[in-house]
């Protein structure tokens, strides 16, 4: 995934820049990558080369060239599956199947009210 923040490479100004965030679950830790700032497929491309597994991903546009790729298992992420159940409900504020369905998923980075709303 990719996380903005602020450049400041020249005096007086600042600009939105990405840095690249990668874990796995067979090394400990999390990996940083800086590429200029840069949000793009072809820094995708470098930094994931040759992978194969599964890829946990945000929907991001530029992940698309792994939906058919051989050996890579594309698997969505659930804190946007929540946020996508949100917005629907406040279009559709009856249609609470979905999250219903999947309550414990879209918990996810959400402290519990109580024990109960866990069930």
Not at 5 to 18: C, E, L, V
Not at 61 to 66: E, F, H, Q
Request: aromatic content about 10%; proline content about 6%; glycine content about 8%.
């Amino acid at each position: 995934d990719e996380t903005t923040h602020s450049i400041t490479d020249r005096p007086g100004s600042a600009r939105k820049g990405y840095t690249w965030v990668v874990r796995s679950v067979k090394f400990p830790g999390v990996f940083f990558h800086y590429d200029k700032g840069l949000r793009s497929q072809e820094v995708i491309l470098k930094l994931l080369k040759d992978y194969k597994g599964a890829l946990q991903t945000d929907g991001y546009a530029a992940y698309s060239i792994y939906e058919e790729k051989q050996g890579v298992l594309p698997l969505g992420c659930m804190a946007h599956v929540r946020r996508k159940f949100e917005n629907a409900l406040s279009y559709y504020p009856r249609s609470t199947e979905g999250p219903r369905l999947h309550s414990p998923a879209l918990h996810v980075g959400r402290k519990p009210q109580d024990k109960r709303s866990q069930l």
